[in-house]
């Protein structure tokens, strides 16, 4: 049987008496004209691999694997609440299923290739350890990509080239190699584009020096001069200059840095004038904004791009006007557009205060795991009178993508801005109180794979942690609830925690 929208089922039972288990396995073979990811971009290089032929590649490595031998050697956790982990273990499935032969943010309606989502799910997938994946998604970028260098999945969307660059850029700090010299040209390309794209500082407006109004990521509005498309572009030059410097192209990575400093230049000043315009701190959505909903989309600067530091009383304000006036049932309600509570939005909030060592986080990321279908799964809004979905696929990729990476960030941080890890600082002290060991890893950071241990023990903590650092073993900073802040000595490897009093 068959049905062209593909909506056909069929069900299997199996009959078990009460008191037994019974273990079930299915084999469902995928064939290779079945799948469609085909980009309607030609390569620009003749010596690239064909979309043809990385779909070959990735399905001989997926095929004839059960769900053990594709999980073999990935990050894994161990936690005390077992809802939590449970939703980590089928997020971390249900991104390996959308991630074969190109990045594809839902099943059914969202089957189709955004650099928006595939930004989110392929920092999940390296977090998750996923490198060879990640290494044969990579070079599905390039056909997208047009002659003046605009990495185009959408029209009128101006945040994909910066994305594009960090996701390349991610992938390569965190492996400690070199990208392929063939891609040079493009990389190159990418950011000029970036540079090309922006209004004339010499303009009097609000938005001098920023990107064109574009539609953007659509859960922000209607066309506008987004500060989530500028926050991206500055990202993208300073992945572009680090491309360079591991290219040895000193000059072009000096150039891509100058670049994404005046860019930054711009959006700051710009921001002065929204401070000056809406009497606070606070980042609006765009410089012709009040603040709203949209505001959402400017935390991009604190997550998950750390163009700013994690007390930066922009987005911080932001986060609170947020928390005052946005949420809907704890979580982050949308209502332009989505017109819902959004899981993975709702988690950007909570990464912000994480970051900051605010334990608010917490309670949003326990609003989500609330919010959670039977199966694990969520859609990418969610009606608040029923519970159900309201915006695109009810499985929704980049969601599952922002639980793995918060639940992953929960023990081990990344601090762009101090080249250092925090370990330990999103564990709740309900996680300590009983006797169970928590564990994560290993997971893949630009210093090296790391693992973390965190042992109760009758006088207090016990934290043991192992890496293999890529070039030197960073600053550790270790930040326990309860326990206060520690930074420990090079070379250290674990550390015996005594509780504070309260």
Not at 276 to 285: F, H, T, V, Y
Request: aromatic share 12%; hydrophobic share 40%.
């Amino acid at each position: 049987m068959t049905c062209d929208v593909g909506m056909l089922t069929a069900a299997s039972l199996f009959r078990v008496s009460q008191g037994e288990t019974r273990l079930i396995s299915a084999d469902i073979p995928l064939k290779s004209h079945n799948l469609h990811f085909f980009s309607p971009w030609k390569l620009t290089e003749a010596d690239r691999r064909s979309p043809a032929e990385i779909s070959s590649s990735c399905e001989h490595q997926e095929e004839n694997k059960d769900w053990g031998e594709a999980l073999e050697g990935i990050c894994r956790v161990e936690i005390p609440d077992k809802h939590f982990k449970f939703l980590f273990d089928t997020a971390v499935k249900s991104l390996m299923l959308h991630s074969v032969s190109s990045v594809y943010p839902g099943p059914f309606t969202y089957r189709r290739f955004w650099f928006r989502d595939a930004a989110f799910i392929m920092h999940a997938l390296l977090n998750l350890g996923f490198a060879g994946r990640v290494e044969n998604l990579l070079p599905t970028f390039f056909p997208y990509q047009t002659g003046e260098g605009f990495f185009k999945s959408q029209d009128g969307e101006w945040d994909s080239n910066g994305e594009a660059l960090w996701t390349i850029s991610r992938y390569y700090a965190v492996t400690g190699r070199t990208p392929p010299e063939k891609w040079k040209k493009n990389i190159y390309r990418a950011a000029r584009w970036i540079t090309g794209k922006r209004i004339s500082t010499k303009k009097d407006k609000p938005y001098a020096g920023l990107f064109p109004a574009g539609f953007s990521a659509e859960h922000l509005g209607p066309n506008d001069y987004y500060y989530w498309d500028d926050f991206w572009g500055i990202a993208g030059l300073y992945a572009a200059s680090y491309l360079a410097d591991l290219y040895g192209d000193e000059d072009r990575s000096v150039q891509f840095r100058r670049e994404a400093e005046d860019f930054f230049r711009s959006v700051d000043l710009s921001l002065i004038r929204a401070q000056e315009r809406l009497k606070r701190p606070a980042m609006p959505a765009s410089p012709l904004r009040r603040m709203d909903a949209g505001a959402v989309g400017s935390l991009a600067a604190g997550y998950p791009l750390q163009l700013m530091e994690p007390d930066d009383p922009r987005l911080l304000d932001t986060v609170e006007y947020i928390l005052e006036n946005c949420l809907v049932k704890g979580g982050f309600f949308q209502d332009m557009i989505h017109s819902g509570i959004n899981p993975y939005l709702t988690i950007h909030l909570a990464q912000i205060l994480l970051r900051k060592g605010d334990p608010r986080f917490f309670d949003l990321v326990t609003n989500v795991a609330e919010s959670a279908s039977p199966t694990g799964q969520w859609p990418e809004a969610i009606h608040p009178a029923t519970g159900g979905g309201c915006m695109g696929d009810g499985q929704h990729i980049w969601a599952a993508a922002e639980w793995v990476t918060v639940i992953r960030d929960f023990f081990i941080q990344e601090d762009f801005f101090r080249e250092r890890l925090v370990l330990g600082g999103g564990i709740p002290k309900s996680w300590l109180a009983g006797r169970e060991a928590l564990s994560l890893g290993p997971t893949m950071t630009r210093f090296g794979p790391v693992s973390l241990k965190i042992r109760p023990e009758p006088e207090g903590i016990k934290l043991e942690w192992s890496g293999r650092w890529l070039n030197r073993e960073p600053e550790i900073l270790v930040r326990l609830a309860g326990y206060g802040e520690k930074t420990v000595s090079p070379g250290q490897d674990s550390l015996d925690l005594i509780a504070k009093a309260e």
